[in-house]
């Protein structure tokens, strides 16, 4: 069935370290592909998105391109720091089955 | 920006109270979800609801129950409270253009539930 796959955490890096945050997924068809990112306390924040292949999708710093041929939506980002700490989702939309999958979530600790 | 807002940050209730949990959003969004989040487990479907007075179950159902009555406000109850649905409860909403699920959700900061 169609799902999405994250790398486990906890992800702990130094601050400036560069990140990446894996993630694959299965699905039939073309699916739109998100991060969404969870601040201690608080609920999911869409952090980007791409909604066709080789789309890249930016903000904050973090970058992630659909990959078609590998199916796969990596987050990056060059220089990380304290506050990019966080819990990561990805996540894929199927408007055909009209469902949204998400990964289980990557917590990510930024240290000084 | 939109704002979805969540009744209570934390809960706590007894096995069996009949249980509820309240959710507004201000940008008359058509779309609107339940959620529970559980460590290993990710986020999980509860119920959603693409318009007043509809309601379409998730993937875990079960025990719950929802109300639409008014389009900014979405309603989630545990009809008789289990120690197995001690978790983290996660309101969102979405615009309607396109299906529930072709548009971005936005989340609430979530209610910590712990039945006893």
């Known amino acids: 069935g169609d799902s999405v796959t994250q790398m486990e955490g906890p992800v702990t890096l130094s601050e400036e370290a560069f990140l990446t945050i894996n993630c694959t997924y299965t699905?039939?068809?073309?699916?739109?592909l998100f991060w969404y990112v969870q601040y201690p306390g608080e609920g999911l924040q869409l952090l980007l998105k791409?909604?066709?292949?080789?789309d890249k999708g930016s903000n904050k710093g973090f970058e992630a391109t659909y990959r078609k041929e590998t199916t796969s939506f990596h987050l990056e980002k060059g220089s990380v720091q304290v506050s990019d700490s966080a819990v990561y989702f990805c996540?894929?939309?199927?408007?055909?089955?009209?469902?949204?999958?998400f990964g289980k979530g990557t917590r990510l600790h930024i240290l000084p | 920006d939109v704002k979805v807002t969540q009744s209570s940050r934390y809960l706590v209730k007894r096995t069996g109270e009949k249980v509820f949990l309240e959710c507004v959003q201000d940008?008359?969004?058509?779309?609107m979800f339940w959620y529970r989040q559980d460590p290993g487990l990710g986020l999980r479907l509860i119920y959603f609801?693409?318009?007043?007075?509809?309601?379409e179950k998730g993937d875990i159902p079960e025990g719950y129950s929802v109300s639409r009555e008014k389009k900014e406000r979405f309603s989630l109850i545990l009809e008789s409270a289990s120690t197995n649905q001690t978790s983290m409860y996660l309101c969102?909403?979405?615009?309607?253009?396109?299906?529930?699920?072709?548009?971005?959700?936005?989340f609430g900061d979530g209610t910590r539930l712990s039945i006893l």
């Open positions: 969102a909403s979405s615009l309607g253009a396109g299906g529930p699920f072709s548009q971005p959700q936005h």
């Open positions: 699905a039939t068809g073309y699916p739109s």
């Open positions: 791409a909604t066709k292949a080789d």
């Open positions: 996540a894929l939309i199927l408007n055909r089955d009209d469902k949204i999958i």
């Open positions: 940008m008359d969004h058509e779309n």
């Open positions: 609801s693409y318009d007043v007075k509809m309601k």
